[in-house]
């Protein structure tokens, strides 16, 4: 019997420790499938914190909105009221369930070519809210608005006063005899004038503003304020008498330097007076024969450009009290979206409003972005504009207002996956290791049972064996 009992619990102990051994291996299968999807869930982390993510900015990257259909194909600040036409890589707009109606009207088919003239006023009438004889003013207008611009620039340049224009002060003064004109030339050559101890300007401003300012024509008014102005100025600091660097009066108290010339460079700088590629002041000899014909020469032209000065603004003030400055660029806008549907035809995605769908889609150049230069011919003979486009197609990586960055929202999301999955893996990692803990006490318990019983019956045998000998 104890041999039995002996022999039974051996088995016993034996397939507990079969079982224990299955387990363990199971467990440790489990614990590298958990290794298997924590590198997984960390790839899939990773990736999502690389992921870049399409913007649109109107500060060249300093800060961000997202780039939708509406930001491209809809007038809008984003845009500045800018058109940027999606296209397909076959050039065809793409177009929306808004727009879908309108391109109907334009291109049944969606074929390019269509005839967009015949139904341009009604369709940008009825995207804009604006009536159609509103529209029409608009387009006509722009020919009337021509015809007084050319108008006026048939008009031609003011005469040219090149006939009596001479170079310089010392040359104005030389122009006189007048007695303090020679005092001036004399100054005007000494240069620095060292040594002055006394100063009074008003002598000089006062034969500039008698005598001098004539002959800067319709300067004169700017040359007699200035010369007024820098005259108090420099009286003002002589008696101050501080120690001054640069300017035409240097030096210290006592002993000053003083310099006309660049005294009346400063004047002609601060009356703005007209000057030669010199940087030379130039003024107008009134003495002169030809000036009085120029005279008569430029009141017949002040008169006929005044005149076409008069009808050029009360036509563009006639044009302008039909629309608004937004009404005009709500129509130049839809003008621009409509007139590519009839040339390059259209495609229907109404997914474009899926902000990440358009995003995936500019990302793998499935689309492109189309901007439109405009250029307006006047059609004089039916009073009309006619607008022609020029395309620029270009990817959306090459764009000036798109950006790639990265993602917050999916950063954000992938790293409350992430932690969530990595949870729930630590959590039964966890499980596993106790549940190994205790099969691993329970295995070497067994494995020592086993080696006790494993004795105990070597025992029992060699005992029986020894009574048959």
Wanted: proline letters at 1%; charged letters at 25%.
């Amino acid at each position: 019997m104890g041999l039995g009992a002996t022999s039974y619990n051996y088995l016993f102990l034996k397939n507990e420790l079969s079982n224990n051994q299955r387990e363990l291996m199971s467990l440790s299968n489990q614990k590298m499938a958990l290794a298997r999807d924590s590198s997984k869930i960390s790839r899939e982390y990773q990736e999502a914190l690389n992921k870049k993510v399409l913007k649109w900015s109107t500060n060249a990257g300093s800060s961000y909105t997202d780039l939708t259909y509406d930001t491209l194909m809809k007038p809008c600040r984003a845009n500045n009221f800018e058109p940027y036409v999606l296209s397909d890589l076959k050039g065809r707009t793409v177009v929306d369930s808004s727009y879908l109606k309108f391109a109907k009207m334009i291109s049944p088919d969606g074929k390019s070519g269509a005839d967009y003239e015949s139904v341009r006023y009604q369709i940008l009438s009825a995207a804009t809210g604006i009536p159609v004889s509103n529209i029409m003013s608009l387009y006509n207008s722009d020919s009337a608005i021509y015809d007084k611009q050319k108008a006026l620039d048939e008009v031609g340049p003011e005469p040219s006063k090149d006939s009596f224009t001479r170079v310089g002060f010392y040359n104005l003064f030389s122009n006189s005899d007048d007695k303090t004109a020679k005092g001036l030339i004399q100054l005007y050559n000494m240069g620095d004038f060292k040594g002055v101890t006394s100063l009074d300007t008003s002598e000089v401003t006062n034969y500039l503003v008698k005598n001098a300012s004539p002959y800067f024509l319709d300067k004169q008014d700017d040359f007699i304020n200035a010369a007024k102005a820098l005259g108090e100025e420099y009286q003002t600091l002589f008696n101050k008498g501080e120690d001054y660097e640069g300017g035409a009066l240097t030096g210290s108290k006592g002993n000053y330097t003083f310099n006309f010339q660049t005294y009346l460079n400063e004047l002609c700088s601060m009356a703005n007076l007209d000057i030669n590629e010199n940087g030379e002041c130039l003024w107008y000899d009134i003495t002169d024969e030809s000036y009085s014909q120029w005279e008569t020469q430029h009141a017949e032209w002040e008169k006929a450009y005044n005149e076409a000065l008069n009808e050029y603004n009360i036509t563009v003030d006639e044009s302008s009290r039909l629309l608004t400055a937004e009404q005009e660029n709500l129509i130049m806008y839809y003008d621009v979206i409509f007139s590519s549907i009839a040339e390059n035809g259209w495609t229907e995605n109404d997914r474009v409003n899926d902000t990440d769908y358009l995003n995936q889609m500019l990302q793998n150049n499935l689309y492109t972005i189309t901007t439109v230069t405009r250029t307006n011919t006047i059609n004089h003979a039916l009073k009309t504009s006619d607008w022609s486009n020029d395309y620029q197609t270009n990817i959306a990586s090459n764009f000036k207002n798109i950006f790639s960055v990265s993602d917050t929202e999916v950063r954000e999301e992938a790293m409350a996956v992430y932690e969530h999955k990595k949870n729930i893996i630590n959590e039964k990692e966890s499980r596993i290791d106790t549940r190994m803990s205790t099969v691993e006490t329970e295995t070497a318990a067994i494995q020592q049972m086993i080696k006790s019983l494993e004795t105990i019956k070597n025992e029992n045998i060699e005992r029986t064996m020894s009574i048959f000998t």
